[in-house]
Nanobody, 128 residues
Framework: QVQLRESGPGLLKPSQTLSLICAVS??????????WSWIRQAPGKGLEWIGY???????YYNPSLKSRTSIWRDTSKDQITLHLFSVTPEDTAVYYC????????????????????WGQGTQVTVSS
């Protein structure tokens, strides 16, 4: 059974860096053709894909967030880490990690959300 669990601070101040960890169990994050995404949903809005790190360690980011985003992995712990720099109140959202795979890199990452597994999500609020 694959499980994903997000963790991190629930409250940040503007300009701080958001760091979230997704702990994966039941599936190695290096399994070929598996992609590990971060996705968020702001209050009253739809899902927004942030980026992924794939089985080989390659990353790909939403162009609208690319300048502020970094995704890393710890293969010894099967963990995926999201860093979002210089947060503002507009970054307030529920943040999810999700797995898609096996898949192709030309999947519609920006527009589709039919992932195999999702974490339960973690609320992040940015407020002064």
């Amino acid at each position: 059974q694959v499980q994903l669990r997000e963790s991190g601070p629930g409250l940040l101040k503007p300009s701080q860096t958001l760091s979230l960890i997704c702990a994966v169990s039941g599936n190695s994050i290096t399994t070929e053709y598996h992609y590990w995404s971060w996705i968020r949903q702001a209050p009253g809005k739809g899902l927004e894909w942030i980026g992924y790190i794939d089985y080989s360690g390659t990353t790909y980011y939403n162009p609208s967030l690319k300048s502020r985003t970094s995704i890393w992995r710890d293969t010894s712990k099967d963990q995926i880490t999201l860093h979002l720099f210089s947060v503002t109140p507009e970054d307030t959202a529920v943040y999810y990690c999700a797995k898609k795979g096996p898949a192709d890199s030309d999947y519609d990452w920006l527009g589709s959300y039919d992932y195999n597994y999702w974490g339960q999500g973690t609320q992040v609020t940015v407020s002064s």
